[in-house]
């Protein structure tokens, strides 16, 4: 038995004190048995320290996702509004004689004649 395992054999779980410890959280520096550690990116951890890893990035994510669905909402009602205003002034700039009718009547009467 190498000198870090027998190291490791009479330690006791932080958690659970009639258990023997099978890792070290590499956080914490704990020891924990079989049930109380993970694997998460290739290192072992205990419960609480994978929480906390978890719930940084997770609020950091939220506060970033937020922001980008108020800037899309934004960037949409931009180009609706841009949509709508070039559409007016398309409108606005056709002669009242197209409005009326005349136009298109004539040209229908031309074609048929």
């Known amino acids: 038995m190498s000198q870090a395992s027998s190291a490791l054999f009479h ?3 932080a958690h659970h004190a009639g258990r023997a410890a099978v890792a070290q959280c590499l956080e914490c520096s704990r020891f924990f048995c079989r049930e109380c550690v993970t ?3 290739e290192r072992v951890l ?3 320290c994978l929480k906390k890893l978890t719930t ?3 609020d950091g994510r939220a506060r970033w996702r937020g922001l980008a669905h108020v800037l899309q909402g934004a960037l949409g009602l ?3 509004w ?3 205003y070039w559409l007016g002034r398309a409108l606005l ?3 009242s004689s197209f409005h009326e009718g005349t136009v298109w009547q004539k040209t229908l009467e031309s074609d048929i004649e």
């Open 11 to 13: 330690r006791r779980c």
């Open 39 to 41: 694997e998460h990116n």
């Open 46 to 48: 205990c419960a609480s």
């Open 56 to 58: 940084r990035r997770t």
């Open 78 to 80: 931009l180009i609706c």
């Open 82 to 84: 841009t949509f709508f």
């Open 93 to 95: 700039s056709t002669p």
